[in-house]
Antibody, heavy 116, light 110 residues
């Protein structure tokens, strides 16, 4: 069974760094792209970027380029979404999902709250 | 940046049919955009309904179907049920590995 399991909720202060994770199982992790999706409170879904764990090729939406970093560790079948300096406007639920030409499986979401 | 447009809301009667569309602020949607569709109910992660224009994801009932209608991608719900009341999002592939979500459509079944 394909599963994407995300790390737990985080509460951070502005300016802090953060890395959240998405662990894949039940399939060949290095053979499928993994993407990240943002959902701000009460808002729609936003496509942030994707990574191919086989070679760590990452692509970013222009809206998120330079704001976050997407990485992967294929040895532990885990993808990451990293911030070097959080802002209050980063408060959102972040989902990981599998695929490039559309997503087929989704993680359960990670709530990130940034507040002073 | 390209905007992917969807109707803000739709209302459908139980048993009725509704067609949601997904268009571009500039240009026409074709199969080359690999349109996909997702359903999201409040507090839940999205669920994949359709990918590559018209391929139903595993376990999705056949009352959901995808197509290209004119210059837009379309999701049709035939025989709507109460638990179809959700937000629906499309995604279009723009090339170079980049995709964009649509603005979303809230469907009410009443």
């Amino acid at each position: 069974e394909v599963q994407l399991v995300q790390s737990g909720a985080e509460v951070k202060k502005p300016g802090e760094s953060l890395k959240i994770s998405c662990k894949g199982s039940g399939y060949s992790f290095t053979s499928y792209w993994i993407g990240w999706v943002r959902q701000m409170p009460g808002k729609g879904l936003e496509w942030m970027g994707i990574i191919y764990p086989g070679d760590s090729d990452a692509r970013y939406s222009p809206s998120f380029q330079g704001q976050v970093t997407i990485s992967a560790d294929k040895s532990i079948s885990t993808a990451y979404l990293l911030w070097s300096s959080l802002k209050a406007s980063d408060t959102a639920i972040y989902y990981c999902a599998r695929g490039k030409l559309g997503f087929d499986y989704w993680g359960q979401g990670t709530l990130v709250t940034v507040s002073s | 940046q390209t905007v992917v447009t969807q109707e803000p809301s739709f209302s459908v009667s139980p048993g009725g049919t509704v067609t949601l569309t997904c268009g571009l602020s500039s240009g026409s949607v074709s199969t080359s955009y690999y349109p996909s569709w997702y359903q999201q109910t409040p507090g839940q992660a999205p669920r994949t309904l359709i990918y590559s224009t018209n391929t139903r994801s595993s376990g999705v009932p056949d009352r959901f179907s995808g197509s290209i209608l004119g210059n837009k991608a379309a999701l049709t719900i035939t025989g709507a049920q109460a638990d179809d009341e959700s937000d629906y999002y499309c995604v279009l592939y723009m090339g170079s590995g980049i995709s964009v979500f649509g603005t979303g459509t809230k469907v009410t079944v009443l």
